[in-house]
């Protein structure tokens, strides 16, 4: 699961989506691998509400979004996005 939230989201508190993060990283079916890293993903934007608007916020969700299906549904390796750094 990829978990994406923003901190200035007032229709989901953040609360929520750090429970649900918790959640997946303690009781996720979903084994880890040899290094003990887990197939689930959490984007945090500070600065976002519930709709990611901010230009260089945008494409870091695009790219995290798209690789996370890349690698999940067509099996492919995604490469981390530069905008990450």
Not at 58 to 64: G, N, P, S
Request: charged share 20%.
């Amino acid at each position: 699961m990829l978990v994406i939230h923003g901190d200035r989201d007032y229709r989901v508190p953040i609360a929520q989506g750090q429970q649900l993060w918790y959640d997946l990283l303690t009781h996720s079916a979903t084994p880890r691998d040899a290094d003990g890293h887990t197939q689930h993903r959490y984007l945090y934007f500070p600065d976002e509400g519930h709709w990611i608007l901010g230009r260089g916020n945008a494409q870091v969700w695009y790219e995290t979004f798209l690789g996370f299906l890349d690698t999940h549904v067509r099996g492919v390796e995604a490469v981390r996005p530069a905008t990450l750094g």
